[in-house]
């Protein structure tokens, strides 16, 4: 899965720093913070609302008809105003306009470049979601009726069809409120991190940019539904998870669990039925609005309370849990970077002697003999109707690949090219070297080399001997990803060799295995094998990136 920051490899243990200004003081401090400055002019107000009166009666430009009429949503508001910003800086005798038209179709309406404040501490950036429109102005004015009370739609009760599919449509518009408010949230939280803190430091540094934006791909790709229903129908997955908790009652019971990367919830309504006295959710995504309306639906939102963020950013209302439980594994176990988060979560509320679940993880590896992955990743660049285009061919050599493999493929012994005891590991230690080797079991043309990854909950978090594998022990629960096992969402990956290497049984091969984030994309891995066979040295490099 998923949930950003950077280490001292690429992230940063957190971003915390319990002396900052808090975000809420920040902007919270309306009386400081609402003094504004005019689209055109550098007349400045005490009130926002002033602002957009005088950008109105002085520069003939109504901001709320414009956002009406072309029916803006909050992002192309945001870029309308720093785009009119940037046209001033450009002409500056548009200070004197008397006039000022836009009629939706120019291209800075998707132009990401203008979400980017060109004044600091712009306030117009945060006060124009309190225009409202004139009709609506007039309506509320005039209302004579006290507000209706707040009704829960989902204990509604329908009758008929049509009651039915109002109350769907009723449901569905307060779910996109919901993530509206949730975007909202997300655009002040980018704006503090991104431009207030970082202007002050450095003014535009590319590299943070590149984080930050990955950063928001990520969070957002989980507030989609398809990506959780492939991990829910994922049964290997989500029964690992529900039966370490169901099988372990008394370790859960008026335990405090906190759920990093909630999604949809399901971990932590897991807890929750398994007796934990209090559960915290934790995700950045929009999902989150979903998870409430889940765990509500069920009737553990009395135990279960939601938070939207990040944990390296995040306070909770309790010194320290006694379980972290998250589904953070990506492909090749460590794509998106998500268990940094968990590790951060784990150094900053964890108590003495709690439980991570998972407690441990394993990256292995072992050499293919698949002809048809070649042909069908590589050689298949070499004829395509009639034609070669070898241009293509390269840089799928430098991409893994994430697919199932053939069991019948594995043709040497399985090694571990990482560890990871996750009670104990650092952030640092995630990126890795290690030395490897394999003894060929048959004679086969090596060519790829194949991972996935094992892992293990157990009650207490002790560590998993190296040579454990599959083998049922009592208070402790196995999942793998590999080829012999069930089919998992994860698959797993395949580094597919430029040579092929021809192989007898009981013959090795060795060499060194570096892994780590992306350069330009943390949530990404850059791998790089070295391998010796018949006295040759061969390097190749390989990227696991974004689909």
């Given at each position: 899965?998923?949930?950003?920051?950077?280490?001292?490899?690429?992230?940063?243990?957190?971003?915390?720093?319990?002396?900052?200004?808090?975000?809420?003081?920040?902007?919270?401090?309306?009386?400081?913070?609402?003094?504004?400055?005019?689209?055109?002019?550098?007349?400045?107000?005490?009130?926002?609302?002033?602002?957009?009166?005088?950008?109105?009666?002085?520069?003939?430009?109504?901001?709320?008809?414009?956002?009406?009429?072309?029916?803006?949503?909050?992002?192309?508001?945001?870029?309308?105003?720093?785009?009119?910003?940037?046209?001033?800086?450009?002409?500056?005798?548009?200070?004197?306009?008397?006039?000022?038209?836009?009629?939706?179709?120019?291209?800075?309406?998707?132009?990401?470049?203008?979400?980017?404040?060109?004044?600091?501490?712009?306030?117009?950036?945060?006060?124009?979601?309190?225009?409202?429109?004139?009709?609506?102005?007039?309506?509320?004015?005039?209302?004579?009726?006290?507000?209706?009370?707040?009704?829960?739609?989902?204990?509604?009760?329908?009758?008929?069809?049509?009651?039915?599919?109002?109350?769907?449509?009723?449901?569905?518009?307060?779910?996109?409120?919901?993530?509206?408010?949730?975007?909202?949230?997300?655009?002040?939280?980018?704006?503090?991190?991104?431009?207030?803190?970082?202007?002050?430091?450095?003014?535009?540094?590319?590299?943070?940019?590149?984080?930050?934006?990955?950063?928001?791909?990520?969070?957002?790709?989980?507030?989609?539904?398809?990506?959780?229903?492939?991990?829910?129908?994922?049964?290997?997955?989500?029964?690992?998870?529900?039966?370490?908790?169901?099988?372990?009652?008394?370790?859960?019971?008026?335990?405090?669990?906190?759920?990093?990367g909630c999604g949809t919830g399901i971990l932590s309504m897991f807890a929750a039925k398994a007796g934990a006295k209090q559960v915290f959710s934790v995700d950045n995504s929009a999902i989150i609005e979903k998870a409430k309306l889940n765990i509500k639906e069920n009737g553990l939102d009395h135990i279960i309370t939601c938070v939207r963020g990040k944990v390296e950013e995040i306070e909770l209302p309790v010194p320290q849990v006694d379980i972290i439980i998250s589904e953070w594994m990506g492909y090749f176990l460590l794509f998106e970077a998500m268990l940094d988060s968990v590790l951060v979560a784990r150094d900053r509320w964890l108590a003495p002697n709690g439980i991570m679940?998972?407690?441990?993880?394993?990256?292995?590896?072992?050499?293919?003999?698949?002809?048809?992955?070649?042909?069908?990743?590589?050689?298949?660049?070499?004829?395509?109707?009639?034609?070669?285009?070898?241009?293509?061919?390269?840089?799928?050599?430098?991409?893994?690949?994430?697919?199932?493999?053939?069991?019948?493929?594995?043709?040497?012994?399985?090694?571990?090219?990482?560890?990871?005891?996750?009670?104990?590991?650092?952030?640092?230690?995630?990126?890795?070297?290690?030395?490897?080797?394999?003894?060929?079991?048959?004679?086969?043309?090596?060519?790829?080399?194949?991972?996935?990854?094992?892992?293990?909950?157990?009650?207490?978090?002790?560590?998993?001997?190296?040579?454990?594998?599959?083998?049922?022990?009592?208070?402790?629960?196995?999942?793998?990803?590999?080829?012999?096992?069930?089919?998992?969402?994860?698959?797993?990956?395949?580094?597919?060799?430029?040579?092929?290497?021809?192989?007898?049984?009981?013959?090795?091969?060795?060499?060194?295995?570096?892994?780590?984030?992306?350069?330009?994309?943390?949530?990404?891995?850059?791998?790089?094998?070295?391998?010796?066979?018949?006295?040759?040295?061969?390097?190749?490099?390989?990227?696991?990136?974004?689909?």
């Amino acid at each position: 899965m998923a949930h950003s920051t950077c280490n001292e490899s690429q992230y940063e243990p957190s971003e915390f720093d319990p002396q900052d200004v808090a975000w809420d003081d920040w902007s919270n401090d309306e009386e400081e913070q609402e003094e504004s400055q005019c689209l055109f002019c550098p007349q400045i107000f005490p009130k926002t609302l002033e602002t957009f009166q005088h950008i109105k009666e002085h520069h003939g430009f109504d901001f709320k008809a414009v956002k009406r009429d072309l029916h803006l949503d909050f992002y192309k508001c945001i870029r309308m105003i720093n785009y009119i910003r940037k046209q001033v800086q450009v002409d500056p005798e548009l200070a004197q306009t008397k006039q000022f038209k836009l009629n939706g179709s120019e291209p800075f309406w998707t132009q990401d470049e203008y979400l980017q404040p060109v004044l600091t501490d712009d306030a117009l950036l945060f006060a124009f979601e309190e225009l409202e429109d004139d009709h609506q102005e007039e309506k509320s004015s005039n209302k004579p009726f006290a507000p209706l009370p707040t009704v829960d739609l989902n204990q509604v009760n329908t009758t008929t069809e049509l009651e039915a599919q109002l109350l769907k449509l009723l449901m569905s518009t307060q779910e996109k409120t919901e993530n509206l408010q949730g975007q909202f949230e997300e655009y002040k939280s980018m704006v503090k991190k991104r431009f207030f803190d970082t202007i002050a430091n450095d003014e535009k540094d590319p590299s943070n940019a590149a984080l930050i934006d990955q950063g928001n791909y990520y969070f957002n790709g989980y507030a989609q539904n398809d990506i959780h229903e492939q991990m829910l129908k994922d049964r290997a997955r989500t029964e690992a998870y529900r039966d370490f908790v169901y099988e372990n009652k008394d370790v859960f019971k008026n335990k405090i669990v906190l759920d990093v990367g909630c999604g949809t919830g399901i971990l932590s309504m897991f807890a929750a039925k398994a007796g934990a006295k209090q559960v915290f959710s934790v995700d950045n995504s929009a999902i989150i609005e979903k998870a409430k309306l889940n765990i509500k639906e069920n009737g553990l939102d009395h135990i279960i309370t939601c938070v939207r963020g990040k944990v390296e950013e995040i306070e909770l209302p309790v010194p320290q849990v006694d379980i972290i439980i998250s589904e953070w594994m990506g492909y090749f176990l460590l794509f998106e970077a998500m268990l940094d988060s968990v590790l951060v979560a784990r150094d900053r509320w964890l108590a003495p002697n709690g439980i991570m679940a998972p407690s441990q993880t394993r990256i292995l590896m072992a050499a293919l003999d698949d002809e048809d992955l070649k042909n069908d990743k590589v050689n298949f660049w070499n004829d395509v109707y009639g034609f070669k285009m070898s241009a293509m061919k390269e840089p799928t050599l430098n991409e893994a690949v994430v697919d199932f493999i053939r069991a019948d493929s594995v043709v040497s012994s399985v090694i571990t090219l990482k560890d990871l005891p996750l009670q104990t590991i650092t952030i640092k230690q995630l990126d890795f070297v290690s030395s490897f080797e394999v003894e060929i079991k048959k004679d086969s043309v090596v060519t790829a080399f194949g991972g996935w990854f094992d892992t293990w909950f157990t009650r207490d978090g002790h560590s998993i001997p190296l040579d454990q594998q599959s083998q049922k022990v009592p208070g402790e629960i196995f999942m793998t990803t590999s080829p012999f096992g069930e089919d998992t969402h994860w698959k797993q990956t395949s580094f597919i060799l430029e040579k092929p290497v021809q192989m007898k049984m009981g013959e090795k091969i060795s060499g060194v295995f570096t892994c780590h984030k992306g350069t330009d994309n943390p949530r990404e891995l850059e791998c790089e094998i070295e391998y010796n066979v018949h006295g040759e040295t061969f390097i190749q490099n390989f990227v696991l990136q974004s689909f």
